[in-house]
């Protein structure tokens, strides 16, 4: 058996999941789209260019400004999944879940959503390389740290950190393919996923209880939500904003000049 079959085994089905909602219509985020919006208040579209380009720290945007847009990112995908139900919370494309129950569906799509976002505002590359259905190989390693990482995985916090400190290194625009697939990374992969099945099967029996009580099954399921949603997006952007590339040494020299009129005018609009 294959090291990639491994990871999708029969004994988890976290995987299955992963690559089931990463599917689905509106999971994806446009990373170009994204820091266009998260950045447009704040910066010059020299910097938004360079953002795009290089990523924020590249291009000289201030933590507080980055710190900001994720703050906004993880509020309004907090709101987004504790008041959608589950049919309504990623329209147009459960029928192609399978056996993938629905809740979790619409759970991982969040997850997802909100990984992206934090992982482009700290500087990341695109995660997804091209606009295929399918997802690489690399691109499933990558979330899979990243979902570890939200689920306290303490093996993921170290794969993530290996990754960055990589693609810092060689200032790449892209993930390290074969690190990710077959290389030093890989095994920790491997471990993430493992400890991840366990995890959403807990995570989904506990909602489901919640579910089954009269009345207030929805306000408790909402709650559960809530309950497990921000504190996991939080604990992925401590550790994103942790990380070498977000340092000021990855900033471009000749972008500080306009740091201080860029926090200027956050302060204003605070």
């Known amino acids: 058996m294959t090291e990639t079959s491994e990871i999708a085994s029969p004994g988890s089905n976290f995987t299955q999941a ?6 689905l219509p509106g999971v994806r985020i446009d990373r170009a789209a994204y820091l266009r919006t998260a950045l447009k208040r704040y910066c010059t579209e020299e910097q938004i260019q360079r953002a795009i380009a290089d990523g924020p ?139 991840l099945g366990v995890s959403m099967t807990k995570t989904l029996f506990a909602n489901g209880i919640a579910k089954a009580i009269p009345v207030v099954g929805a306000v408790l399921s909402g709650g559960l939500t809530l309950g497990t949603f921000l504190p996991m997006s939080k604990r992925l952007q401590k550790h994103l904003a942790s990380l070498e590339l977000t340092k000021p040494g990855h900033r471009a020299e000749e972008a500080d000049t306009d740091v201080a009129e860029v926090v200027d005018k956050v302060e204003v609009i605070s």
């Open 18 to 23: 992963l690559d089931a909602a990463a599917r």
């Open 57 to 195: 720290a590249a291009a000289g945007v201030p933590l507080k400004i980055v710190v900001e847009a994720a703050n906004t990112s993880i509020t309004y995908e907090t709101s987004k999944v504790t008041g959608l139900s589950t049919l309504a919370g990623i329209p147009g494309g459960l029928a192609m879940i399978g056996t993938v129950p629905a809740d979790l569906a619409q759970y991982m799509g969040h997850m997802l959503r909100i990984a992206q976002k934090l992982a482009y505002i700290y500087s990341w590359p695109d995660l997804f390389a091209d606009d295929g259905e399918e997802v690489d190989e690399a691109t499933e390693s990558m979330l899979i740290l990243f979902v570890g990482v939200m689920f306290g995985v303490q093996i993921a916090q170290g794969g993530v950190a290996k990754v960055a400190n990589m693609i810092a290194a060689n200032v790449a625009k892209k993930l390290p393919q074969q690190a990710l697939t077959q290389g030093v990374i890989y095994p920790i992969v491997k471990n993430v996923a493992k400890h």
